[in-house]
């Protein structure tokens, strides 16, 4: 009988994960759960015997691979899936997958929410802005850029987008104003709101020169990755532009040294929020069951991200 393994430092939501045994189990496969593990160790005795690990940000290494002897699959429920070890999975035959858009409005929806009390001057009684008739620039245009679009549109924004890998004609098509260079986008809009996935290309792009190009009352909101921002540039922003705003879902490297001196113009989660939500993690759990039960029974590879 094949066992599934939902591995997850940072729980799914109960239902969620009542609901992901269900696909599994009815499916005739063992369900197994490691939640809120503390070491490596627990996650590399916990693989020993699975077929198939479901996981949130969980590190999926070679360490990991090497102890599974008998992995076929890893789904990663949600939408990055840079702490899985690719090249890995690749040599060693194991099928990588993520479940693309899933948590995308859970995500959308707190990047206003991190925005507006940012903008308002985290509700301190003091003087704030609006997003009305402001522009609004989205740095790569996947599932989560698109609904940010939406929502900003129900503000009352101008929406611009910047992404060389999706098809003007589909942003125009949204109603959003297509940037085909990204400093043009950080020139003309005073919020900005990041969604790259991290990759060697990704790395540290959003460096001090893009920063400093937006104009006055910049505020950045990234949900992204860390490694996609140059922390020496985001402190420099910080010092040289008393206008700019950060909120951020990842907390960075230098965060105690931000919180210290910028603190009431700095955001940061705790643990990364995007996706927690009853909903998004419904949807992702769901997704990556279902996703598991049709590889094992019908070979379906959808969505693999290592090919
Ligand atoms: P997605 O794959 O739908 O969209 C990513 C977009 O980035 C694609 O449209 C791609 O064309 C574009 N892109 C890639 N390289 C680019 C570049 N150099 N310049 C401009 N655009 C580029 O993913 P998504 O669901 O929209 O999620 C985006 C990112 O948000 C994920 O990669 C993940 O890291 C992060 N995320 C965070 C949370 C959270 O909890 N905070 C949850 C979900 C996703």
Same mark, same amino acid.
Request: proline share 2%; aromatic share 8%; net charge neutral.
């Given at each position: 009988?094949?066992?599934?393994?939902?591995?997850?430092?940072?729980?799914?939501?109960?239902?969620?994960?009542?609901?992901?045994?269900?696909?599994?189990?009815?499916?005739?496969?063992?369900?197994?759960?490691?939640?809120?593990? +503390?070491?490596?160790?627990?996650?590399?005795?916990?693989?020993?015997?699975?077929?198939?690990?479901?996981?949130?940000?969980?590190?999926?290494?070679?360490?990991?691979?090497?102890?599974?002897?008998?992995?076929?699959?890893?789904?990663?429920?949600?939408?990055?899936?840079?702490?899985?070890?690719?090249?890995?999975?690749?040599?060693?035959?194991?099928?990588?997958?993520?479940?693309?858009? !899933?948590?995308?409005?859970?995500? /959308?929806?707190?990047?206003?929410?991190?925005?507006?009390?940012?903008?308002?001057? @985290?509700?301190?009684?003091?003087?704030?802005?609006?997003?009305?008739?402001? @522009?609004?620039?989205?740095?790569?245009?996947?599932?989560?850029?698109?609904?940010?679009?939406?929502?900003?549109?129900?503000?009352?924004?101008?929406?611009?987008?910047?992404?060389?890998?999706?098809?003007?004609?589909?942003?125009?098509?949204?109603?959003?104003?297509?940037?085909?260079?990204?400093?043009?986008?950080?020139?003309?809009? !005073?919020?900005?709101?990041?969604?790259?996935?991290?990759?060697?290309?990704?790395?540290?792009?959003?460096?001090?020169?893009?920063?400093?190009?937006?104009?006055?009352?910049?505020?950045?909101?990234?949900? /992204?990755?860390?490694?996609?921002?140059?922390?020496? $540039?985001?402190?420099?922003?910080?010092?040289?532009?008393?206008?700019?705003?950060?909120?951020?879902?990842?907390?960075?490297?230098?965060?105690?040294?931000?919180?210290?001196?910028?603190?009431?113009?700095?955001?940061?989660?705790?643990? +990364?929020? $995007?996706? !927690?939500?009853?909903?998004?993690?419904?949807?992702?759990?769901?997704?990556?069951?279902? !996703?598991?039960?049709?590889?094992?029974?019908? $070979?379906?590879?959808?969505?693999?991200?290592?090919?």
């Amino acid at each position: 009988m094949k066992k599934v393994l939902v591995a997850t430092e940072k729980p799914f939501a109960k239902a969620a994960v009542e609901s992901m045994k269900q696909i599994i189990t009815a499916a005739g496969f063992e369900f197994v759960t490691l939640e809120k593990y +503390k070491t490596k160790e627990e996650l590399l005795s916990a693989v020993a015997l699975v077929d198939g690990i479901i996981i949130r940000s969980d590190i999926i290494d070679r360490d990991v691979m090497d102890a599974a002897k008998n992995l076929k699959i890893v789904i990663r429920a949600g939408a990055g899936y840079d702490n899985i070890d690719l090249n890995a999975a690749t040599e060693k035959g194991i099928v990588a997958m993520n479940t693309p858009g !899933q948590n995308a409005n859970a995500v /959308a929806e707190l990047i206003f929410g991190m925005l507006i009390y940012l903008i308002r001057n @985290k509700y301190d009684a003091s003087v704030g802005s609006e997003l009305r008739n402001k @522009k609004i620039g989205i740095h790569a245009y996947g599932y989560i850029g698109r609904i940010v679009a939406l929502i900003a549109k129900g503000f009352g924004m101008k929406v611009y987008a910047h992404d060389p890998f999706v098809d003007r004609v589909l942003v125009e098509n949204d109603g959003v104003q297509y940037e085909a260079n990204v400093e043009d986008l950080y020139k003309k809009c !005073q919020y900005i709101s990041v969604h790259l996935p991290a990759n060697e290309k990704t790395k540290k792009l959003l460096n001090y020169d893009l920063l400093s190009k937006m104009p006055e009352g910049a505020t950045l909101v990234n949900t /992204a990755r860390k490694e996609i921002i140059d922390e020496a $540039g985001l402190v420099k922003m910080f010092e040289t532009r008393p206008d700019f705003r950060y909120a951020s879902d990842i907390t960075p490297d230098n965060n105690a040294e931000i919180l210290e001196k910028y603190s009431q113009r700095y955001y940061c989660s705790s643990k +990364k929020m $995007g996706a !927690q939500t009853h909903e998004a993690n419904n949807n992702a759990g769901l997704a990556a069951a279902n !996703q598991i039960v049709n590889f094992f029974v019908k $070979g379906d590879k959808s969505f693999q991200v290592n090919k």
